[in-house]
């Protein structure tokens, strides 16, 4: 007895839905935000009705190439079916956060470019303790590299 089935629409949006700390959405073909989950309001503070239709483009820092980032990404996502990186993005309140980024080029089955889907996941706080740990290994290699060459530690 084969229990697969295809997939229900309904219950994998309710799977989207129920990711708080996911931003997930569509993008359009030409880089226009098109739907907006529960996750993505939490993480990003704008909601579906004022983010939807915006470009994509409002999610990225301006300092580090806003609209035309975004484009160049949607770009690597549609020659490579899928990209995945890490960079600052922005809140509706200015506000910036690490992020890991997935972006995937959605196609039908005979290879048409129908939309892309994005993934957002905040790792301030990973990123954050990960350069802390590379500063202190990197002031301990200073410590032991200016001192004699004989020391003893008592504890």
């Given at each position: 007895?084969?229990?697969?089935r295809p997939?229900?629409?309904?219950?994998?949006?309710?799977?989207?839905e129920s990711?708080?700390?996911?931003a997930?959405?569509?993008?359009?073909l030409?880089?226009?935000i098109k739907?907006?989950?529960k996750g993505?309001?939490?993480?990003?503070g704008w909601?579906?009705p004022?983010?939807i239709?915006?470009?994509?483009?409002?999610?990225?820092?301006?300092?580090?190439?806003?609209e035309?980032?975004a484009?160049?990404?949607?770009?690597?996502?549609?020659?490579?079916?899928?990209?995945?990186?890490e960079?600052?993005r922005v809140?509706?309140?200015?506000?910036?956060?690490?992020?890991?980024a997935?972006?995937?080029?959605l196609?039908?089955?005979?290879?048409t470019?129908?939309?892309?889907?994005?993934m957002?996941?905040?790792?301030?706080?990973r990123k954050?303790?990960e350069?802390?740990?590379?500063?202190?290994?990197?002031h301990l290699?200073s410590?032991?590299t200016?001192?004699?060459e004989a020391?003893?530690v008592?504890?």
């Amino acid at each position: 007895m084969n229990r697969l089935r295809p997939p229900d629409p309904q219950e994998l949006a309710l799977f989207i839905e129920s990711v708080p700390d996911n931003a997930t959405f569509l993008i359009d073909l030409d880089g226009f935000i098109k739907s907006w989950s529960k996750g993505a309001e939490q993480l990003t503070g704008w909601a579906a009705p004022d983010v939807i239709g915006q470009p994509l483009g409002i999610l990225y820092p301006l300092d580090q190439g806003g609209e035309d980032a975004a484009l160049r990404d949607l770009a690597l996502a549609q020659k490579g079916e899928r990209t995945r990186d890490e960079g600052w993005r922005v809140r509706c309140d200015g506000s910036e956060f690490y992020a890991e980024a997935t972006i995937v080029a959605l196609r039908q089955e005979d290879g048409t470019l129908l939309s892309f889907g994005q993934m957002l996941h905040d790792i301030t706080d990973r990123k954050a303790a990960e350069v802390a740990l590379a500063r202190n290994e990197q002031h301990l290699r200073s410590i032991l590299t200016t001192v004699p060459e004989a020391m003893i530690v008592i504890d």
